[in-house]
């Protein structure tokens, strides 16, 4: 083993080691709430019956393909369906997509130990890292599977029919938007980049990949689009996603690149921070590109990093625009976290610049090898501080139930309060009102409707009587009741308005936009 494979091994154990030990660690010293999407994903696991979990997905509770649900179902039957271990798996799949992300650059450029700084560098000062890879949910294994997309989309640029590239490109690119439609989105990338290497090589070779691409989305045509059309009523009349503005855009994209401080970041008087991270790395990329690209097809073919470096920057870039475009023409899907498979371009991109700009000798080699212990424990550290802070559930209005009558009913407007409150706290009778009219009230929150259809799914089809319909929500049922009302959702008003319900009680409660009513009919 030569001396640069035997560091790059050394190098990528260490890394999954910080990785997982610092996130996993860490989980263990903050509140371990699941958060809303989180409870869905562990209702889904904990089905018994496997059929069952994929005949709830269909029907709305979930907004993409199975795949996810189907392989974390079988780690929780098999293995633990414990939450924390779930999602210790998810930091596991997370750390190891990183690990394989690290050796494979390295083998196209760089030194290893200089490599192993950059990624890590830029692996934790990018937020959105911690908040998906710890969570219930798809994304980690979304990523890791992009990330197998990718490398064999760029070593399909130098062999464009090899054949068991050519079938290893159809089943995980299928697997891709098996685990996520967002998946398709980057389909479309890379065959729209693929389509640019055609008219420029004229190599009618690479019609082969664009062959692949074909026979993708005509197997999530005929295998999923039925049901896709079906779960897609749940974001009727409109997702729950807002439409872009031009300073959210760039908080957007900003969220996949890395950051001193995002909280610095969101002050009105530092807002040109992201706008100038985002026009920095397309003004990068343009100029690198540019630079390279005049060098002719058949330089830019034999030269495999600067090959996977333009790969990066216009599928990073097409995958933004295509996600905005359908936002802005059919419904809003522009969020950072469907975009997070990105963020591994975006890494290659400012790794691929720093080479080129400074090279491999701007840091003196034995220095940095010196150094790289203690840098390590600083990244250790690090991390779990990053994730020990980090709550995705506000969990604040906790502190005030226990001052509620127990024999009283505790409804919340939100499935952000309900679902985790129910899931986790057995001490309060929390429910949930699904009632339509008030829901799709003009101007009411862009959720209401969503979330009123899925938790109409989980309560047909897990029977969670928590989960109230209109219909049984009267005195006969629930003559005495509190609501955890916020002033961003309209539902409780309208039946005070209306008379029905009678408001006797309202509860002190110092969280902005909050109140708790205690009712009666």
Same mark, same amino acid.
């Given at each position: 083993?030569?001396?640069?494979?035997?560091?790059?091994?050394?190098?990528?154990?260490?890394?999954?080691?910080?990785?997982?030990?610092?996130?996993?660690?860490?989980?263990?010293?903050?509140?371990?709430?699941?958060? %809303?999407?989180?409870?869905?994903?562990?209702?889904?696991?904990?089905?018994?019956?496997?059929?069952?979990?994929?005949?709830?997905?269909?029907?709305?509770?979930?907004?993409?393909?199975?795949?996810?649900?189907?392989?974390?179902?079988?780690?929780?039957?098999?293995?633990?369906?414990?939450?924390?271990?779930?999602?210790?798996?998810?930091?596991?799949?997370?750390?190891?997509?990183?690990?394989?992300?690290?050796?494979?650059?390295?083998?196209?450029?760089?030194?290893?130990? %200089?490599?192993?700084?950059?990624?890590?560098?830029?692996?934790? =000062?990018?937020?959105?890292?911690?908040?998906?890879?710890? &969570?219930?949910?798809?994304?980690?294994?979304?990523?890791?599977?992009?990330?197998?997309?990718?490398?064999?989309?760029?070593?399909?640029?130098?062999?464009?029919? *090899?054949?068991? $590239?050519?079938?290893?490109?159809?089943?995980?690119?299928?697997?891709?938007?098996?685990? /996520?439609?967002?998946?398709?989105?980057?389909?479309?990338?890379?065959?729209?980049?693929?389509?640019?290497?055609?008219?420029?090589?004229?190599?009618?070779?690479?019609?082969?990949?664009?062959?692949?691409?074909?026979?993708?989305?005509?197997?999530?045509?005929?295998?999923?689009?039925?049901?896709?059309?079906?779960?897609?009523?749940?974001?009727?009349? /409109?997702?729950?996603?807002? %439409?872009?503005?031009?300073?959210?855009?760039?908080?957007?994209?900003?969220?996949?690149?890395?950051?001193?401080?995002?909280?610095?970041?969101?002050?009105?008087?530092?807002?040109?921070?992201?706008?100038?991270?985002?026009?920095?790395?397309?003004?990068?990329?343009?100029?690198?590109?540019?630079? *390279?690209?005049?060098?002719?097809?058949?330089?830019?073919?034999?030269?495999?990093?600067? $090959?996977?470096?333009?790969?990066?920057?216009?599928?990073?870039?097409?995958?933004?625009?295509?996600?905005?475009?359908?936002?802005?023409?059919?419904?809003?899907?522009?969020?950072?976290?469907?975009?997070?498979?990105?963020?591994?371009?975006?890494?290659?991109? =400012?790794?691929?610049?720093?080479?080129?700009?400074?090279?491999?000798?701007?840091?003196?080699?034995?220095?940095?090898?010196?150094?790289?212990?203690?840098?390590?424990?600083?990244?250790?550290?690090?991390?779990?501080? &990053?994730?020990?802070?980090?709550?995705?559930?506000?969990?604040?209005?906790?502190?005030?139930?226990?001052?509620?009558?127990?024999?009283?009913?505790?409804?919340?407007?939100?499935?952000?309060?309900?679902?985790?409150?129910?899931?986790?706290?057995?001490?309060?009778?929390?429910?949930?009102?699904?009632?339509?009219?008030?829901?799709?009230?003009?101007?009411?929150?862009?959720?209401?409707?969503?979330?009123?259809?899925?938790?109409?799914?989980?309560?047909?089809?897990?029977?969670?009587?928590?989960?109230?319909?209109?219909?049984?929500?009267?005195?006969?049922?629930?003559?005495?009741?509190?609501?955890?009302?916020?002033?961003?959702?309209? *539902?409780?008003?309208?039946?005070?308005?209306?008379?029905?319900?009678?408001?006797?009680?309202?509860?002190?409660?110092?969280?902005?936009? /909050?109140?708790?009513?205690?009712?009666?009919?």
């Amino acid at each position: 083993m030569g001396r640069t494979r035997k560091t790059t091994v050394l190098l990528s154990i260490a890394l999954l080691i910080i990785l997982t030990g610092s996130i996993i660690t860490s989980m263990f010293f903050k509140e371990q709430w699941l958060w %809303m999407d989180e409870v869905l994903s562990y209702i889904l696991i904990s089905d018994p019956s496997i059929t069952h979990l994929n005949d709830a997905v269909v029907s709305g509770m979930d907004a993409n393909p199975p795949f996810f649900a189907n392989v974390y179902w079988f780690i929780g039957h098999y293995i633990s369906a414990n939450p924390q271990f779930l999602r210790a798996v998810s930091v596991l799949i997370f750390a190891i997509t990183v690990v394989f992300f690290f050796r494979y650059t390295t083998t196209l450029l760089g030194t290893p130990v %200089m490599n192993f700084v950059l990624i890590t560098a830029i692996i934790s =000062l990018t937020y959105l890292n911690l908040t998906l890879s710890t &969570q219930i949910r798809a994304y980690s294994l979304f990523l890791l599977i992009s990330l197998g997309f990718f490398v064999i989309s760029h070593r399909l640029m130098s062999t464009p029919t *090899q054949g068991r $590239l050519l079938v290893a490109n159809v089943i995980v690119a299928l697997l891709l938007v098996f685990t /996520h439609n967002f998946g398709l989105f980057y389909v479309a990338a890379s065959g729209a980049f693929f389509f640019l290497l055609f008219l420029w090589s004229k190599d009618r070779r690479y019609l082969a990949i664009l062959g692949t691409y074909g026979l993708v989305l005509l197997g999530w045509f005929f295998i999923w689009y039925p049901n896709f059309v079906i779960q897609t009523d749940a974001g009727k009349p /409109h997702s729950w996603i807002p %439409m872009p503005t031009f300073r959210s855009f760039f908080n957007t994209v900003g969220e996949l690149a890395p950051t001193i401080s995002s909280t610095l970041e969101r002050k009105t008087s530092l807002f040109f921070l992201p706008v100038l991270r985002f026009v920095l790395v397309v003004g990068l990329f343009s100029y690198v590109a540019i630079t *390279q690209v005049r060098r002719g097809f058949q330089a830019v073919r034999e030269d495999k990093a600067l $090959l996977f470096y333009l790969f990066a920057g216009f599928v990073y870039l097409a995958t933004i625009t295509i996600s905005l475009v359908v936002t802005l023409v059919h419904t809003s899907v522009f969020i950072s976290r469907y975009l997070w498979p990105s963020h591994l371009l975006l890494i290659y991109q =400012l790794v691929y610049a720093f080479y080129f700009f400074l090279g491999s000798q701007s840091v003196p080699r034995l220095r940095l090898a010196r150094l790289l212990p203690v840098y390590m424990v600083l990244v250790a550290g690090f991390l779990f501080y &990053q994730n020990k802070k980090i709550a995705i559930f506000p969990s604040g209005v906790m502190g005030y139930l226990p001052q509620l009558n127990k024999n009283y009913p505790v409804f919340f407007e939100t499935a952000d309060y309900f679902l985790p409150i129910w899931n986790q706290v057995k001490s309060v009778k929390a429910c949930y009102l699904l009632d339509w009219e008030t829901a799709a009230t003009e101007g009411n929150i862009l959720g209401a409707t969503v979330e009123h259809k899925i938790l109409k799914s989980v309560r047909e089809k897990y029977n969670v009587e928590n989960v109230v319909p209109t219909t049984k929500f009267n005195k006969a049922n629930y003559p005495h009741f509190y609501v955890v009302d916020e002033t961003s959702n309209y *539902q409780i008003e309208h039946f005070v308005q209306s008379g029905r319900v009678k408001v006797i009680n309202r509860l002190p409660i110092d969280i902005e936009g /909050h109140r708790i009513l205690e009712c009666v009919f």
